[in-house]
């Protein structure tokens, strides 16, 4: 398997302008993880779907985030209207959500620079 | 929701051990430790993960102390691509991960 496949994996845009992440986890986990990662806030995590069903979205900072999962192969990260605070790297990670095993495999990031 | 504690930053010669503590006096029965690290501009990648046992895998090894409150991640022969930010994490069986600030570890030549 390829892994968590992100896209695009370098994002600039203007103030006020839509922003759509895409993201497709690995073949055969059940669960995506979309998080993101600053210099001063870290680590963190936006929101995660169980079988395709956002299962938490409590990490969404605001109204202007929306996450999706239409299919068990893709998510989307929306953010509309961008503002320049929502500048950050932006990954996605999937798991199988076994319990003892529980592994969460990260993509390569999205790099969102809005200016 | 801070449930570990680790140095914000380490060194360590290449070629030698690389000890990275982590406290997490809070944890509770059915809450795993799961370290990850994640190297400049990539995403973080899992290294090992364990409940009461020690554990070994080709990348590392876990020691959890016997009451639990604390571990250590052991990478047996540093190298330079050993240089990454690690994280320790305390997870419940639930999914969701706590990804603190970690520790910084520069592998030296």
């Known amino acids: 398997d390829a892994g968590v496949i992100q896209s695009p994996r370098h994002e600039v845009t203007e103030m006020g302008q839509e922003v759509t992440l895409r993201c497709k986890p690995i073949?055969?986990?059940?669960?995506l993880f979309w998080y993101r990662q600053t210099m001063m806030r870290g680590l963190e995590l936006l929101i995660y779907?169980?079988?395709?069903?956002?299962?938490?979205d409590s990490g969404m900072p605001e109204d202007r985030f929306s996450a999706k999962m239409p299919n068990a192969s893709f998510s989307t990260l929306k953010i509309q209207p961008s503002e320049p605070r929502d500048s950050a790297v932006y990954f996605c990670a999937s798991s199988t959500g076994l319990i003892a095993k529980n592994i969460q495999y990260f993509g390569a990031g999205t790099r969102l620079s809005v200016l | 929701d801070a449930k570990t504690t680790q140095p914000p930053s380490m060194d360590c010669a290449e070629g030698r051990a690389a000890n990275l503590p982590c406290n997490h006096s809070t944890i509770s029965g059915n809450e795993y430790v799961y370290w990850y690290r994640q190297i400049h501009s990539q995403g973080p990648q899992y290294i090992i993960h364990?409940?009461?046992n020690n554990e070994t895998n080709e990348m590392a090894s876990l020691i959890i102390t016997e009451d639990r409150k604390s571990s250590t991640l052991i990478l047996p022969h540093a190298t330079l691509r050993d240089t990454a930010v690690y994280y320790c994490?305390?997870?419940?069986?639930?999914?969701?991960?706590?990804f603190g600030t970690g520790t910084s570890l520069t592998v030296i030549p």
């Open positions: 073949s055969g986990h059940d669960y």
């Open positions: 779907f169980n079988n395709n069903v956002p299962i938490d």
């Open positions: 994490i305390v997870r419940p069986t639930g999914n969701q991960f706590y």
């Open positions: 364990g409940l009461k």
